[in-house]
């Protein structure tokens, strides 16, 4: 263990007991389990007057309507990319019907999150059902497109590195949830035999896979039905998980780190899930709401599911947050007084970390909530 050097009134320990009249800011590296400095500051770091430049925090509403995606493809899939960087592509996915094609992505894994609507998600090794707060994971290459039965949004993560899970620690293989939870694809037969007899019946009828690789699209006609697996076997798979079956760690006497919450690993970036869980009562002294912090390594994206968010307000389901690495943010100042009254979180957020600064694009811009950088004063 790194013994720490202290110097001047600090608290002896982080996120309890601050030194009277000051805030505490945890300045962290490698997403908060790295080297960290804690500063006991007068003032909250983000009781900025002025900003100007490219790591001024942002919102955004993806209520609001969106530019249209890129090309056919990524319509036809209702996908609307709104940041990028080398490893990730994140878009906001509003669809209502069942595209005329299936996708194989050679460029990335597919992660999705549903954020409203119901359907299933159609691959060649079976069926997933979906519904809101569930996690849908499609490998690279794997055929599937989402086949709403309900109007769908969702945001979805194309990593171009594999997505994988943390190791859980210490805290042993079944915390957070158990593999066990992870459901994977059965082949529907009854579904398979059916497509095949029309395919039988009508040999002039056509299926249509699109192929993605470079971000170009090559189209594959098939005489028959795509997902004729009727067996399968193997270590990877398509795979869904509810946020209801992620049971979150928690301290009733300190405030865990946002990586207490990783979901999902991916090439430098993470997935963290923000879920219900209860604060931190059994110590008077004891902060309930995130640390003021600069995220040395990583922008911090979130996507705001359901419930009141505990953090701010102002923040409403289906909204974003958009914090460059480097720049603090924190607890609204509200926060952490509403926070003493209250013994439990109901939020329900994804949060996606990049250690790659990420770009927002153009379609970004049309949802943007303007000044939000200023709302810690308010
Ligand atoms: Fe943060």
Redo the contacts with the bound molecule.
Sequence with gaps: MDQPWIRGKVARQAHVGLPPGTVEEEYGRSGFFGGYAHAYRLHAPVGWVEIDGPLKPRAYDLRRTLAPGQDDTQRAMGRTLFAENDDVRIHHVRIEETPSFWLRNGDADELFFIHKGRGILSTELGPLSYEPGVYLVVPRAMLARLEPSEPTEAILVESAGAVSFPDRGMLGLHALFDPAVIDVPTPDLDAVCAAADVAQDQPEKRYEVRHLRGGEVTRVVYPFHPIDVVGWKGTTAPMRLHTKDIRPVLSERYHLP?SAHTTFLLRDAVVCSFLPRGLETGDPEALRV?FF?S?ADYD?L?FYHEGTFFSRGGIEPGMITM?PAGIH??PHPKAAERAKAQGRTDEVAI?I?TKKPLRMVHAAESSEIADYWKSWAT
């Design positions: 946002p995130p912090h995220n911090e979130i914090h943010h924190g949060m970390d």
